[in-house]
T-cell receptor
Framework: AQKITQTQPGMFVQEKEAVTLDCTYD???????LFWYKQPSSGEMIFLIY????DQQNATEGRYSLNFQKARKSANLVISASQLGDSAMYFC?????????????WGAGTKLIIKP | GAGVSQSPSNKVTEKGKDVELRCDPI?????LYWYRQSLGQGLEFLIY????????KSGLPSDRFSAERTGGSVSTLTIQRTQQEDSAVYLC????????????FGQGTRLTVV
């Protein structure tokens, strides 16, 4: 079964609009971490934001925020006031215990294109 | 070093040859991951190291693929008898191992099998 599901293979959004990228996850462990990464066409993987399973508040980093709904097991990334430079692949990942270590598990990604 | 270093950055090889890809993780990072990424696609998990051991090798696509890590540091991914479908970018990442520890990625090795 998929551990991390990103249901939107691609999205087109008008510049300056807000955009929500979906991510749902599956784990039975109470301790886990959720990450979002951005991969522009240059290929580098850029860490954006982190949410811990015990965090009471939704994580925010500048224009990025994470809409964490624990009961629904969703961790959607919200980008406010999108910019042309936000065009990239976006990956959601989860770290959960594996033999007391925490392995990263990745979603398939969403390709976001910002239109001028 | 300051970041995860991968070498070579580009490799063109003939079908049937063996190749070795190297990853030098961030000092002190005990977890190391290898991924494969085809153009415009997601990350395909290959193998995960914790120290020198590999608790998860489930992603290696065939017995032509192997990886090792020595001294809890440098890792090499070896592909024997390369095939054209092995052409991809091979990404290495390292991290500490607590829940909140982000993974740091290298720039990748672009492998082209001709």
């Amino acid at each position: 079964a998929q551990k991390i599901t990103q249901t939107q293979p691609g999205m087109f959004v008008q510049e300056k609009e807000a955009v929500t990228l979906d991510c749902t996850y599956d784990t039975s462990d109470p301790s886990y971490g959720l990450f979002w990464y951005k991969q522009p066409s240059s290929g580098e993987m850029i860490f954006l934001i982190y949410q811990g399973s015990y965090d009471q508040q939704n994580a925010t980093e500048g224009r990025y925020s994470l809409n964490f709904q624990k009961a629904r097991k969703s961790a959607n990334l919200v980008i406010s006031a999108s910019q042309l430079g936000d065009s990239a692949m976006y990956f959601c990942a989860m770290r959960e215990p594996l033999d007391s270590n925490y392995q990263l598990i990745w979603g398939a990604g969403t390709k976001l294109i910002i239109k001028p | 070093g300051a970041g995860v270093s991968q070498s070579p950055s580009n490799k063109v090889t003939e079908k049937g040859k063996d190749v070795e890809l190297r990853c030098d993780p961030i000092s002190g990072h005990t977890a190391l991951y290898w991924y494969r990424q085809s153009l415009g696609q997601g990350l395909e998990f290959l193998i995960y190291f914790q120290g020198n051991s590999a608790p998860d090798k489930s992603g290696l696509p065939s017995d032509r693929f192997s990886a090792e890590r020595t001294g809890g540091s440098v890792s090499t991914l070896t592909i024997q008898r390369t095939q054209q479908e092995d052409s991809a970018v091979y990404l290495c990442a390292s991290s500490r191992t607590r829940p909140g520890d982000e993974a740091f990625f290298g720039q990748g090795t672009r492998l082209t099998v001709v």
